[in-house]
Each structure stands twice: as structure tokens, then as C-alpha cells.
């Protein structure tokens, strides 16, 4: 999946997502490449990426090394 950092953002976004900051700088790379630079996935654009990313991770037994990490609040609506 190819997505848009911002360089000096910290999350990654598709393209045309409209919470993505600064604009003016962007750069294009696999989602794979923004998460090993540091960026975390968008959780309004990509929410389904992290619905998938979580259930890799259950099946991977690694869920409970991300409990505590900032990202989609699970008690919402």
C-alpha cells in the first residue's frame, strides 16, 4: 500500500486524506517504509488498515506488545 508522510508529521495517510498536515512537504512510500521510519497510521483514513493490523497482530500472539499505545480509542461508539 502506498501512503503520504508528511517529513516532519508522525503519522501516514492515503492520499487526499484531509487531516493530513503541512502539506507543502509530502513524500509518497509503502506504508511498510513509514513504519519503520516511525510514523503510525492515520486512524481516521486508515481504519481499516488498523482493524487489519490488530487482527495480524492477535493472530501473531504480539497484541499485548501495542496495549497501552496511542491509537483508536476501543470504548467509542
Known sequence: M???VAESGKTFHVAGCPFIHEKSNLRTISAREAEKEGYVPCVRCLKKYLDADAIA???DGTLD???GSEGPDQNSE
Open 2 to 4: 502506498i501512503v503520504v
Open 65 to 67: 506488545d501495542v496495549a
Open 57 to 59: 497482530q492477535f493472530e
